[in-house]
């Protein structure tokens, strides 16, 4: 007995050792881990935090941050070098600029693009309105203007989404001949009860908490939520009607900021105060590969649209 209990005793203590050296070689390997950090637009969340970052990592064996906000809110705190990363991947060319005259960015590449829709909830109480106006039985802005039907998009001052669905909004007027059409759907410009930041936008959707938002196909994909599809004079995804069209559509917002319409492409760029500059660089290659591309393809992105910035 005394024999068997000093062998499970040795036996006891091998262990031991086994899972404390096991811990240590982890905690050596977490700390020896490269780390790359993205700072994306907020509607990117599904596929950078669940697909594209976490493939990337496996990959380079790195470890894989996101930072989701509105483009123009990260290009301002990077700017003003009050957030780091190594890469920023945004939507529109605007917030890209804030960051080439900081002289942070030299050059930016397309890696995807999307287009505006009309995104609704499953759970929303209008569900079989916005249903019929998909199948052109109903018009869609007459839905949104519909007695308590709560509309969510993002601040048009900080985040290119919320600027995005008043100049749909602007062009839909003309469009139809309605010139009450965004005051109808809207109100206010900058309308507190309908603004939301962007990574919450999809999830109170998700939820029931909100009836419809006018957002992107990509994000309202990622999520799996229904949509209405927009013709291509509304929904700033056709680049042919960019000069004859689309830049007839301006508004200006109560702070003095102008909105234009942009591109609705994608961008990404290295920053210049990158901590892993080499990761940034490998992990911008990869959103343009094959494998990136399907990533981009199987989460509701269209291919890249353009050149560089």
């Given at each position: 007995m005394n024999a068997l209990r000093c062998y499970l005793d040795v036996k006891f203590r091998h262990l031991m050792v086994f899972l404390l050296c096991s811990l240590i070689c982890a905690s050596v390997l977490a700390q020896t881990s490269p780390v790359?950090?993205?700072a994306y637009a907020g509607s990117m969340g599904v596929v950078m935090d669940n697909a594209a970052g976490p493939a990337f990592a496996k990959a380079h064996h790195a470890t894989y941050q996101g930072i989701g906000q509105g483009s123009y809110a990260l290009a301002r705190l990077l700017a003003a070098?009050?957030?780091q990363a190594d890469v920023f991947v945004t939507i529109t060319p605007g917030p890209m600029q804030v960051l080439k005259q900081a002289g942070l960015v030299a050059s930016a590449v397309p890696v995807a693009s999307t287009q505006m829709v009309v995104i609704y909830s499953p759970h929303?109480?209008?569900?079989a309105d916005f249903a019929a106006a998909s199948r052109g039985e109903k018009k869609w802005y007459e839905v949104l203007s519909e007695p308590g039907l709560h509309l969510g998009r993002t601040d048009p001052?900080?985040?290119p989404q919320g600027a995005n669905a008043l100049l749909s909004l602007r062009l839909a007027a003309d469009y139809y001949h309605q010139p009450d059409l965004l005051k109808n759907v809207?109100?206010?410009?900058?309308?507190?009860?309908?603004?939301?930041?962007?990574?919450?936008?999809?999830?109170?959707?998700?939820?029931?908490?909100?009836?419809?938002a006018i957002g992107y196909l990509s994000a309202a994909q990622s999520h799996h939520l229904p949509t209405i599809a927009l013709p291509d004079e509304i929904n700033l995804g056709n680049p042919d009607l960019q000069k004859s069209w689309y830049e007839h559509a301006s508004i200006t917002l109560d702070n003095g900021k102008s909105l234009h319409v942009q591109p609705l492409v994608f961008y990404a760029a290295v920053l210049a105060d990158a901590q892993q500059p080499q990761l940034g660089r490998d992990f911008v290659s990869f959103l343009q590969s094959a494998q990136g591309q399907t990533l981009f393809?199987?989460?509701?992105?269209?291919?890249?649209r353009g050149n560089g910035l």
């Open positions: 790359v950090r993205i070098h009050q957030l929303s109480r209008f569900v001052v900080i985040d809207v109100g206010t410009l900058q309308n507190p009860s309908q603004i939301f930041t962007e990574p919450s936008l999809m999830s109170r959707l998700e939820a029931g908490q909100i009836d419809a393809r199987e989460h509701g992105y269209s291919a890249p």
